[in-house]
């Protein structure tokens, strides 16, 4: 059962960063559309902010791994400090070293991916009927 679970939670991880990149791509042909290449760069610039410190949270959380549920509050707390914390060092970094040309497309590519994984709970596959 536990392999089931690793395999299902894999192919949702999977669908997760499809969907995310899809999106990322559809919003920097909008950005070149509308504002250029200077479009571009701020949604991957935003795009990326979010995206990183997600991947970190998966590998951070073991997530595509089995393991035994005794001491995932611990790797959850761990996790999802070290999410936040990439988070802010990133929006941070990119304020500071690169800052954004529009910063509008820089923060509707940020809270497009972000909430990709609150809008597509059917990314997730449905239960084996023979598992």
Do not use: C
């Not at 250029?36 to 991957?44: A, H, I, N, Q, R």
């Not at 410190?53 to 595509?64: E, T």
């Not at 761990?78 to 990439?86: N, V, Y």
């Not at 070293?97 to 497009?112: D, G, I, K, L, R």
């Amino acid at each position: 059962m536990q392999r089931y679970e690793t395999q299902r939670r894999k192919a949702y991880i999977v669908r997760l960063t499809i969907a995310q990149l899809m999106i990322t791509f559809v919003g920097m042909l909008a950005a070149y559309l509308v504002a250029d290449l200077e479009g571009v760069s701020s949604v991957f610039k935003g795009a990326l902010v979010a995206l990183l410190p997600h991947a970190f949270f998966i590998k951070r959380m073991g997530v595509l791994r089995a393991s035994s549920p005794s001491k995932a509050a611990m790797r959850l707390f761990r996790a999802e400090a070290g999410k936040f914390g990439l988070t802010v060092a990133l929006f941070v970094a990119v304020f500071v070293a690169a800052p954004p040309s529009n910063p509008t497309f820089f923060f509707y590519a940020y809270v497009a991916v972000v909430l990709t994984h609150w809008l597509t709970p059917w990314l997730m596959p449905k239960k084996n009927a023979n598992a």
